[in-house]
Each structure stands twice: as structure tokens, then as C-alpha cells.
């Protein structure tokens, strides 16, 4: 097991590497995904000095659930961002800037929830507090700030917490 962890010691980042390469190549080849298979073994194999306390998922499966539910909170947030820039007129529109605490403290998670914030229209996260227990998100249209907090805590935070945590 231990010489598998050697020659893999990014086995997920190993399979997105291929895929992201099958991807930029647009053609499905076996010398392509035979090169693909390489990088993604080559880039994690000489990165991996760099990432001496490589983050542990407790939940992978879980993991391609979030994906999933970022993917379609995207979806349905376009739709929510056109319609307020189409037909609200700007004098009814409330921008806000929400703090939102954060009960996770892996650095890995942290970055993946300022992401997916900032990946959703109408949101951004514009800041991270110095002791990291806090981030701070604009927010295009946010009548209830509270409800936007509470929203970003219950639907990514705590399944971050469970996939990283």
C-alpha cells in the first residue's frame, strides 16, 4: 500500500488530470488518454513536496453530491440574476455585504466555499477574515441578509463540514 501511495499519491487529482486532457483534446485517442494518464500521474508526483498535509476526505461520494447541487444552484441562480438585471429597476434592488461565520477550519474547505459563492451569479466572496473565521460575501440582491447567511451556512458549509471534516 505504501509504494501505491509513492506512485499515486493524488489518486482523484490523477483521474481529473486525465479527464480535463481527454477534454482539451476534443477526440478520444489511446495515445491521448494514454498521455493524459501520464500527466495526471507526472503533476501530482512532482507537486507532491509541495503538499505535505494534503487534505483527507472523510466523504468522497459526498463530495460528487455538492458538485452536483453547486451545479444546479449555478442553473437556477443565472435565471435569478436575469430577472432581477431585466426587470427589477435599480431603486428596488438592495445589494448587500453579509458576514458569514464559518464553523469549518480546513483551509482546503474554506477555499472551496469562497468558490462556490463566487461561482454562483449574484454573489462574491470579496474577503476572508486574518483569523479565518469569517467570510465576507457582496450580494446583488439581498433583502434578508440573515437568509442569505443561513442559506450559505445550512446548503455548502455543513456539507463541507462533512465531506472535510
Known sequence: MRILNRLLPHPLLTLLLTVIWQ????????????FGFFLGLLIPFV???????????????????????????????????ARIILFMPNSKRQPAWVEVPLDIRTPEAIAILGGTITMTPGTLTADISADGHYLLVHCLHA???????????????TRLKEIFE
Do not use: M
Not at 509541495?50 to 435565471?79: E, Q, T
Not at 433583502?143 to 458549509?157: L, Q
Open 47 to 81: 507537486t507532491q513536496p509541495y503538499w505535505p498535509n494534503r487534505p483527507k476526505l472523510k466523504s468522497p461520494l459526498r463530495l460528487a453530491g455538492y458538485v452536483l447541487l453547486v451545479f444546479w444552484d449555478i442553473v437556477v441562480a443565472n435565471i435569478i440574476v
Open 23 to 34: 477534454l482539451l483534446v476534443n477526440r478520444f485517442s489511446l495515445n491521448s488518454l494514454l
Open 143 to 157: 433583502p434578508d441578509t440573515a437568509a442569505v447567511r443561513d442559506d450559505i451556512k445550512s446548503r455548502y458549509e
